[in-house]
């Protein structure tokens, strides 16, 4: 049973071919309620339980091991990018998933509990930058570099006032990254990208 079962009762579910990808865990399910005609007053009422539903729900089916999901490269990069810089996550995601997700990919040592921003912190992605630099200890604009491969992860990085780089090795081609401050194929052009900012 899905949390948006189990919660509202809803059984179909369906997108209203809207694009989701880069958007927050919270706008995702609020869409998919209202689409359903969830009065929104009720979607408000429960939305708290809905987000630890849906922590539970994804605990339980989470694979043990994410490995094979990560980039190739990315681990190096990681770890080469956490011994010169300081690193947050930023993500659309519940933050216990965020941080699930990382651990079971193996990759969740560099984004210690306590920093970043999250679809827990704020439903609308653009809140996220400001709310990770804040965590980091307003940690200043011009010295905050936003990676992602969606262009809501552009968008965030913009309604922040912070330089961005497009990282076109998930749903979207360099084209549609290309309001991005830079854009790269592969993780292993990361460091030089940061560079060059």
Not at 72 to 89: C, F, R, T
Not at 91 to 107: M, Q, S, V, Y
Request: charged fraction near 25%.
């Amino acid at each position: 049973m899905s949390s948006m079962e189990q919660v509202y009762g809803v059984t179909k579910l369906h997108s209203g071919g809207v694009e989701l990808a880069g958007r927050t865990d919270p706008e995702i399910a609020r869409h998919f309620l209202l689409l359903a005609e969830v009065d929104s007053k009720r979607v408000d009422a429960h939305f708290d339980e809905l987000n630890r539903t849906a922590v539970e729900e994804f605990a339980r089916i989470c694979p043990e091991d994410l490995s094979d999901r990560v980039n190739p490269g990315m681990p190096d990069v990681l770890e080469q990018l956490a011994a010169e810089h300081g690193m947050s996550l930023v993500t659309g995601n519940l933050e216990p998933i965020a941080h699930l997700k990382l651990k079971r990919a193996g990759i969740g040592h560099h984004f210690p509990a306590g920093q970043g921003g999250f679809g827990s912190d704020h439903e609308d992605r653009s809140e996220l930058p400001a709310i990770a630099r804040q965590r980091a200890g307003d940690h200043p604009r011009e010295d905050t570099v936003v990676i992602g491969d969606t262009p809501r992860d552009i968008a965030c990085a913009r309604a922040d006032g912070v330089r961005v780089i497009g990282i076109a090795t998930g749903p979207y081609a360099v084209a549609e990254l290309e309001d991005a401050d830079a854009v790269i194929t592969r993780a292993e052009e990361l460091p030089a990208a940061i560079a060059s900012l």
